[in-house]
């Protein structure tokens, strides 16, 4: 049997789909429309792209969206003012604020000033220790979509040793537990990790989420493992061009893995599925209608 290449795309449509008819029932039965509230800040391009898109799914499953643009110079005043409106706003039950941010911004005050019970990413730290405990509150989005593409392919995840390239709050922590709770053994590699090439070849499941093109190569892959690409990295081509790819050389280590992830195609549109389930389990869970 050749390689499975994950489709996010098609997964999360079907995610979206179920969504969709859930909210239809949710309005007929209660009157209510979920809401997502997104902060930007400055005009980072791939920002604006990843927003856009965000925006966009949210009016095809039904979800009520609001903006709030800022200037790159905008001070970290203001945004906290932004977001205690939206924390204040019954319409609102989902807030994100994408990232990155202009460096004269704290993003940890940032993200810890976002109700706990309307933070859409996961990343508060009342979150994370729910998450932490094994009773998570809500899931951060691209590790909620990570675990549900892995668990398309292979159901039970018991006692597969996985390992984690990348230790951000955003992906590489907040997996690694989600993991532990699927029974797997974890580890989770970095910059400073020893023999990493060898590490990873030990790998069931291998996850790359650390921001550098094409790092991982077909020698650092277990034959028959599940690998997910979560890298998103522009490369600038001689003539001008650029071309989009992951932090896995994927035309080399499709050749060897039991199932692999694309990119684009493969976390990206679970992470924005993941965002508008959460947003709607938010606003189920704060109106006390589950």
């Keep these: 049997m050749g390689t499975i290449i994950l489709d996010g795309r098609e997964s999360a449509a079907r995610i979206k789909k179920k969504l969709a008819n859930y909210i239809i029932s949710l309005q007929k039965e209660y009157k209510i429309i979920p809401g997502l509230a997104v902060i930007r800040v400055g ?3 791939a920002s ?11 009016q095809e499953v039904g979800i009520q969206s609001f903006q709030a643009i800022f200037d790159e110079k ?3 005043e203001e945004i906290l003012e932004q977001i205690h409106r939206f924390n204040a706003d019954s319409r609102v039950h989902g807030i994100l604020v994408q990232m990155p941010l202009p460096p004269h911004l704290n993003s940890e005050k940032i993200i810890n ?9 996961g ?17 951060p989005c691209t590790p909620r979509g990570c675990l549900a593409l892995m668990t398309q392919y292979q159901k039970n995840l018991k006692g597969l040793y996985a390992v984690i390239l990348g230790r951000s709050i955003l992906v590489g922590k907040p997996l690694a537990l989600l993991l532990l709770k699927e029974n797997c053994t974890v ?20 996850v790359a989420a650390v921001g550098s093109p094409r790092l ?32 896995v050389d994927f035309e080399e280590v499709k050749e060897i893995a039991g199932a692999i992830t694309p990119v684009p195609g493969g976390i ?7 965002l508008l389930q959460n947003t709607v389990e938010l606003m189920v869970h704060q109106l006390n209608l589950s």
């Design 43 to 45: 005009n980072h391009q």
């Design 48 to 58: 604006q792209v990843y927003v856009a898109s965000k925006l966009r799914q949210c």
């Design 74 to 76: 905008t001070s970290q």
């Design 113 to 121: 000033a976002i109700d706990p019970l309307k933070d859409v990413d």
């Design 123 to 139: 990343l508060h730290p009342q979150n994370l220790g729910s998450l932490m405990t094994g009773v998570p509150h809500i899931i």
């Design 187 to 206: 580890v989770i590699a970095h910059s400073k990790t020893r023999k990493l090439p060898e590490i990873c070849r030990q790998a069931d499941i291998l």
């Design 216 to 247: 991982v190569k077909k020698e650092w892959v277990k034959p028959g493992a599940i690998v997910l690409d979560v890298g998103i990295n522009h490369l600038v081509n001689k003539d001008g061009s650029s071309d989009l790819c992951g932090d």
């Design 268 to 274: 990206g549109p679970m992470t924005v599925a993941a």
